[in-house]
Each structure stands twice: as structure tokens, then as C-alpha cells.
């Protein structure tokens, strides 16, 4: 079907348009992968101590929670995106064009994605040179990357129904951010959840970034020593309920987000 | 046998019919009952100051926003009920150049010509086309933020020739440009004219819908107020105006000489001393009146034919000034003033 075939080539139209941009414009390529970078030398040699007892040290539960929060901000980085291009005018120009509703938020979704995989090829490199070593099979290495993409993939669907409702899109990638910033500490990624206030216990067990770092230190061949309390749901089984997570969050913003773009106005 | 839909003399290439757009639950009317039509291969220039509804005209017609009510068609397609195949034949460029400004003028092009499901190959043909119809292909690789307003404005415009549209719309094509920008954007709009391109075109400056259109709407308030052709409007208006400022002593001379060649009762301004008159004859009137005041040994201080502006037209049609809307951006989504993103 040409209409199906063309959804796909318009989307990826769009794609291209952003590594374009990359090229254009390197400077945000290089922030994106030296924050993270950041993180992993700051948390690797501040909070290096607290591994006392952790097979391989800190550094091994440390850097799932990092691809993990990393991932997470694909959320304010795909808003701020789309809030850019309705300021610009270039979303009504896009729906002025006979294309698919949904090849523009299709687009900007696969391209953040594609930003994803070379920011988490860096920080995996950085993480292997400040002493990461995965004791999994590569199988399962694969898995947790893959994962994690999703996990980003995922989220990318709820920043593009925030940047398509914001009016403007430096104040847009605030707000996902003080949203998504506590999400990724309110967790399991940095600290065991164990020394928590019980509330937040519960919250910190139930949050998919938990699930999302137990998912991935299972994956990578470590036993997640952050996460175990309550001996909940979750935290037994963080793969299936991450991949719950994922499945709801597409099911609930893909739709509202092409409904949404449908009607878009610049105001 | 039923007789086919007969076109009374020429096709209507655009019609709009008593369209209402509201804004914030009917507090704010957009658009009141507003109908205009295009004739195949004509321009029609949409007058009207700030938050008349000249961009929400547009936006209805080019599928970007749904009426409340009444009835659209661009090229006999219906805009509500089949936007998709509307969007193959329109072209729009917007008030604000919609361009991704970090790419060249190049990557914009053959982006949007892949948007227009162009093969590579076609769009990349195109895009260079283009570029040298625009005077644009010295810039071709440099990215658009490097651009003066005016190239934006030519490559925005550019953007939405890629497939040859069989209507465009252009809204406020020249705000913002300086005079010699805006001379640019005339000259490619008129040549595209001369292609015999359907084009409505929305402008707050009479001049411009003068310069561009053949016919024109007079908007205000969501209302259509005043239709004609440039020529219709201006004589409605009372043509040209005299003014001339003279010393004070002089006022009283100096008017009875400018009514007389004037063949009208003039509008004396005290305080300013100035005096006012609509003349027929424009630049001959205006010689005429500085030879006899010349013989008079009046020494004139100030002196202009004006041209009617849109504030003329206004304050002849509806008796008031062209108002800027109570809330400007509920009428007219408009791009907030930011500084660039660098």
C-alpha cells in the first residue's frame, strides 16, 4: 500500500531532517553525550565508597542507573524539540503538507532514538574505562541496550505530547525536567532504596526507573543489592514490569500524541 | 438527464461561505460569517489591520484549522471534508518564515520536496530550480539563520512552490521586511502572477494588495466589509490627498487657492497649520497649486500627496480607524518575540 510506504519514507524524511541537524549544529551532540559522561565520572569517583561489599564495587550498580536516567531525559529533549518547531512555525507548515498525521512525531521519535543509541555507545565506553565489566553473556548485554532504547523510545512519546500542548519550548524542557529529574533519584539508580522513608520506599519500588535499573543490572549480570526490600512485584520481576511500563505509556500517548498534532495550533 | 455543475462565466478557484471560527468559547469571533471567493488564475488581496481574521482565513483554508461553521472549497475540494487531497494542490507561506534554521536553504528544500513525495532525485532538480528563480543560489549552503529577513521570506516562499500548487496562499508575504526586502518579495510575487498562479494573499498595507491583486476584501472584525477592485476602493476613498503646512498668516490664501484647484472644501488643521484637501489629478493638482502659491509669494513649509492607506480606506468604510483587536493573539496566533536560539 503507497499510503502505508509513505507514512514510512515521510517519517523518516523527518529522521533525517534531525541527524541533519546534528551535523549542522555538533555542539548538541557533544552535550548530550559529555553530560552523561559527566555523571558517570562525578557518581563513579564521589560516591565510589558506598560499594563497599558490592561484587566489582559501586561502579557496577552505578552505570545501569545512569544509561537508565540518561534515557529518561529523552523525554524533555524530544518536548523542547517539537515545542521548538511549533514556535517556528515549521508545524504548520508539516500540516500543510499531504503527509501522514502521524510521519512528523513518528519522525522525531525515531531520530531521538537514533540520538540514544550513540550517547549510550559513549557512556558504555566511558563506563567500561572507569572499570564497568557486565559478567553477562553478550546476549544479554544486547538485551539491556535494547532495553533501555525502548525505555527512551517510550518516553519519547510522552515528550511529544508535552511539547505539542506547551506554548513555549524553553519552559517545556523545564518542567519535563524538574518532572523526570526526582523521577530518576526517587529510585534505585543511585542508592539502595532501604535507607528511604517507607512512603517512598513503596513510590521508589513501583517507579519505572526502578524497575528499568533492576531490569538492566539483571541483564548485565549483576545482583541488584539497590533494590530488594519489600520484595514486591516490581522489584521480583523488573524486565516484565518495565516492559508493562513501556507498553501502557505507548498505548496512552502514541494515540493522544497524533491526535493531538492533528489539531495543532501555534499559539 | 441531470445538466453538470455549470460555472457561471469563470471557475472559482477558492470559496468560502459564511465562515465562523470562535476562539475561548465564543468569547473572541475570529470570524463572522466571513465569505469570499477567488476566481481561477486572479489574486485577491485580504485587507485588514492586525486580529481582523486575515490569518484565520487562511489557516481555515488551508486545512491547518477547522471552522465552527460554514462551508470552504480550494480548487472544488471541500477543506473539512477532505483536507488530505486539498494539501496536494495549496502552497502556503506563513507570517513567519517556517523553515528549520538550522539547516541550509538546500537540506530545506529537497526536505520539503521528499515531503511532497518527490524522489530524491526530482526534489534535489527542483530545489536547485528554485533556488535560482529566488536569486538564492549563491546562499544555497548556508544555513538559514545566516539569512536576512528577506531571503528567509523568499525561501519560505519558495517552500511552498515545490509542486507547482495550483493555489497559494500567502499571509503577510512583506511584514517585518525592510523597504528594499519587501521590493524583492514583490517582484517574485509578481512574476508568479505573470505564471498565472491563483493566489489570495492577506496584507495590512493597501499598497501592497494594490501593487499584487486584482480584486480585494476589506476585513474587520471577522467580517468582510468592503469588496472591490484597487481601483473601486481608492475612488470609494476619495483618491489622493493634498497637504500642505504653510505659515500662520498664510492659511487663509493659501486654502483658497488649494480649494479652488482642488474643486473641494478642504480640513485645516490650526495648530498644525495644515492644510488637507482629496485632489483628482494627483502630481498635476500638486503643481499646480505650487505655481499659484508660488505667484502668491507663499512660501509653503510642508507639502505631500498622500495615498490613501489602509486607515483611509477604514475610516471612510466603517467611520472608525483600524483598530488593533482586543486580544491580538487569541484572533491571530502570532510567534512570541524571542531572542534567536543561540
Known amino acids: ?267 | 438527464m441531470i445538466a453538470p455543475l455549470a460555472y457561471d462565466g469563470a471557475m472559482k478557484s477558492v470559496i468560502a461561505e459564511n465562515l465562523v471560527k470562535t476562539y475561548r468559547n465564543g468569547q473572541v469571533k475570529a470570524l463572522d460569517n466571513l465569505s469570499l471567493d477567488v476566481e481561477e488564475g486572479t489574486v485577491l488581496g485580504v485587507l485588514g489591520p492586525n486580529g481582523a481574521g486575515k490569518t484565520t482565513t487562511v489557516r481555515v483554508l488551508s486545512t491547518l484549522l477547522k471552522p465552527d461553521s460554514g462551508h470552504a472549497t480550494v480548487g472544488g475540494i471541500d477543506v473539512v471534508k477532505d483536507p488530505k487531497a486539498v494539501r496536494e494542490i495549496i502552497g502556503l507561506s506563513g507570517q513567519y518564515a517556517a523553515l528549520d534554521e538550522t539547516l541550509t536553504g538546500w537540506d530545506n528544500l529537497v526536505m520539503f520536496g521528499r515531503l511532497y513525495h518527490l524522489s530524491g532525485e526530482q526534489a534535489r532538480v527542483r530545489a536547485k530550480e528554485l533556488l535560482e528563480q529566488f536569486s538564492l543560489t549563491d546562499s544555497a549552503h548556508r544555513p538559514i539563520k545566516t539569512f536576512s529577513g528577506g531571503m528567509r521570506r523568499r525561501l519560505d516562499l519558495a517552500a511552498s512552490l515545490i509542486v507547482r500548487p495550483k493555489v497559494l496562499f500567502l499571509d503577510e508575504p512583506t511584514t517585518g521586511l525592510d523597504p528594499r526586502g519587501r521590493m524583492e518579495m514583490w517582484e517574485v510575487i509578481q512574476s508568479l502572477v505573470k505564471d498565472g498562479v491563483t493566489l489570495l494573499l492577506t496584507t495590512q498595507y493597501l499598497e501592497e494588495a494594490d501593487q499584487l491583486a486584482d480584486d480585494i476584501v476589506v476585513i474587520d472584525r471577522g467580517q468582510v466589509i468592503a469588496r472591490g477592485s484597487s481601483d473601486q476602493l481608492k475612488a470609494e476613498v476619495g483618491g489622493e490627498r493634498l497637504e500642505i503646512v504653510v505659515d500662520e498668516s498664510d492659511i487663509d490664501a493659501a486654502r483658497a487657492v488649494i480649494e479652488r484647484i482642488a474643486g473641494a472644501s478642504s480640513v485645516v488643521d490650526q495648530g498644525l497649520r495644515k492644510i488637507s484637501a482629496p485632489v483628482r489629478a494627483g502630481t498635476d493638482s500638486l503643481i499646480e497649486v505650487v505655481r499659484e502659491l508660488d505667484a502668491l509669494k507663499i512660501h509653503p513649509l510642508d507639502l505631500a500627496l498622500k495615498r490613501p492607506s489602509l486607515d483611509d480606506v477604514f475610516m471612510s468604510i466603517t467611520g472608525h480607524a483600524a483598530e488593533e483587536a482586543v486580544d491580538d493573539s487569541a484572533a491571530e496566533p502570532t510567534k512570541k518575540k524571542k531572542g534567536g536560539r543561540k
Open chain 1, 1 to 267: 500500500m503507497s499510503s502505508v510506504k509513505h507514512s514510512v519514507s515521510d517519517a523518516l524524511v523527518i529522521t533525517k531532517r534531525q541527524l541533519q541537524q546534528l551535523v549542522r549544529v555538533p555542539e548538541v551532540l557533544i552535550f548530550n553525550t559529555i553530560q552523561p559522561v559527566m555523571f558517570v565520572l562525578l557518581f563513579r569517583y564521589v560516591f565510589g565508597g558506598l560499594g563497599v561489599g558490592i561484587p566489582g564495587g559501586y561502579v557496577q550498580l552505578l552505570m545501569p542507573g545512569i544509561f537508565v536516567q540518561t534515557v529518561t531525559f529523552t523525554l524533555a529533549a524530544t518536548a523542547q524539540g517539537l515545542a521548538q518547531d511549533m514556535e517556528k512555525g515549521l508545524i504548520d507548515r508539516f500540516r500543510s503538507l499531504p503527509i501522514s498525521r502521524s510521519a512528523v512525531v513518528m519522525g522525531r521519535t525515531l531520530g531521538d532514538g537514533l540520538l540514544n543509541i550513540v550517547v549510550l555507545v559513549v557512556m558504555g565506553v566511558a563506563g567500561y574505562i572507569v572499570g564497568w565489566r557486565p559478567t553477562s553473556s553478550l546476549l544479554h548485554i544486547a538485551a539491556g541496550f535494547i532495553l533501555l532504547l525502548f525505555f527512551g523510545y517510550a518516553l519519547s512519546w510522552c515528550g511529544v505530547f508535552a511539547g505539542l500542548i506547551s506554548k513555549d519550548a524553553r519552559v517545556v524542557a523545564n518542567v519535563s525536567f524538574l518532572f523526570t529529574f526526582p523521577l530518576t533519584f526517587l529510585s534505585n539508580a543511585f542508592a539502595s532504596t532501604t535507607t528511604m522513608p517507607k512512603p517512598l520506599q513503596y513510590f521508589a519500588e513501583w517507579n519505572p526507573v526502578s524497575t528499568m535499573v533492576a531490569a538492566t543490572r539483571q541483564l548485565f549480570g549483576f545482583h541488584n543489592t539497590f533494590g530488594v526490600t519489600a520484595h514486591s512485584y516490581p522489584s521480583e520481576h523488573p524486565i516484565v514490569t518495565s516492559l508493562f511500563y513501556m507498553v501502557v505509556l505507548m498505548a496512552i500517548f502514541m494515540p493522544l500524541s497524533v491526535r493531538r498534532y492533528k489539531s495543532a495550533n501555534r499559539r
